[in-house]
């Protein structure tokens, strides 16, 4: 496994928000798209934790789950590549500004 610090976690965010989508929409098996999501998510908070600490892990992980909880009403009124899209990109910019741009 790369070392946390050499680890960039935007891609990781977006990996984990629209693979876990993907997975889930291709294969007709929501918990696998969540093993996907859960899997980059921890990745990335792992990176989070070491270079920044809680707070900020904290912070980025409950923006990663709030995404994915906004996706879903946002899916209705967008429909659902948008949102997924869209929570992704603000979601994967918070990671770079936060953690990786630093």
């Known amino acids: 496994m790369k070392d946390a610090r050499e680890v960039s976690t935007a891609p990781l965010v977006a990996l984990g928000l629209l693979g876990g989508y993907l997975t889930a929409r291709e294969t007709g098996i ?3 798209g969540g093993v996907v999501l859960a899997a980059a998510g921890a990745y990335a ?14 912070a980025l992980s409950l923006g990663y789950l709030g995404g994915f909880g906004l996706s879903h009403p946002l899916a209705k009124k967008i429909g659902a590549w948008p ?14 500004f936060a953690v990786d741009k630093g």
């Not at 990176?47 to 904290?58: A, F, I, N, Q």
Request: aromatic content about 10%; overall charge positive.
């Open 83 to 96: 949102s997924v899209l869209g929570v992704s990109a603000a979601t994967a910019a918070a990671a770079h």
């Open 30 to 32: 929501r918990p696998l």
């Open 45 to 58: 908070a792992r990176t989070w934790y070491v270079k920044k600490g809680w707070p900020t892990t904290s």
